[in-house]
């Protein structure tokens, strides 16, 4: 078995809190510093890294004194904001040791469930990877409250997989990986080495909670595994411990347990675009713009609408119709409906003279539009 990470070109690694500060004891800056060299190691093999880390709460427990983790939002802020601070500096030596350039980027869940932040932060990760920055991102805990929060990393790293469309997602735990049972208390348990994300098998598996700075567990893995897979991501659980672990995922050496999707990402994403969106209103296109959308799967751009219907904002789904009214094809938008009647019919060179400002150079780019 050949790890999937060898042909992966995009990849998110999560690294949890245990593994960030030690267990609690404190940033783990020898850690830090090996996975910061690892990934450097990635990039120079022409894949693009996005790094989703735990760490700041519990590094704000230790900065603050506290023995354990309180169960108060505001105290939560509270350490998240303290410790942010600590946990962005260190990444940030790291990094720059290996001559890569960093970015923070703090999320909640609100950023992602609103169709126009999930563009905003997606066009900000994907510009970000093409200037060759690492994005370092965490939960926004310092504003996020209990009813919005992510809850665990795990989830975030899965989300933020299907947002940038990763082929990957590597989840850096302090277990080896996947057991049929708990190896502690099971002495047939049997390590899982591959299977299928979304198996309902592999919760059944998995259960238990997470170490005393975290909130996760195996469990939560799991779950994120499927979500990762929903976009056709696969996900590799393994231990941050074991040594120069990304780079040899990176050779195809296998790791860990190895969760595969059960369809490729493009067609994952397209049914999830296809699947989950509510219309807001209709593009009608010209010939060409209907044909090439179909048949050569471009982008739509504005010189290719030729009608605007209903009222929209930016990120918004819309159905785009050719000129006989038939649907063709469905996606995020760029503009809000004002903006797009304004820019309809114009060539891209000419969106910032007409606004004022280009927000993108596509009224609807090809990665967030299937064909219907």
Known sequence: MQSVIHASQRIVVKVGSSLVTNDGKGLDHAALSRWASEIADLTRRGKQVVLVSSGAIAEGLQRLGWATRPKAVHELQAAAAVGQMGLVQAYETAFRAEGLKTAQVLLTHEDLADRTRYLNARSTLITLLKLNVVPIINENDTVATSEIRFGDNDTLGALVTNLIEADALIILTDQQGLYTADPRKHADAEFVHEAQAGDPRLEDMAGGAGSSVGTGGMITKIIAAKRAARSG?????????????????????AIGTQLIAADTPLLARKQWLADHLQLAGRLVLDEGAAHAVVHKGTSLLPIGVVAVEGEFLRGEALACVDPQGHEVARGLVNYSSDETRLIMRHATREIESILGYMGEPELIHRDNMVSV
């Open 233 to 253: 991501a696969a996900t590799v659980i393994a231990c941050g411990r074991e040594a120069n672990v990304l780079s040899r995922l990176a050779d195809g050496e």
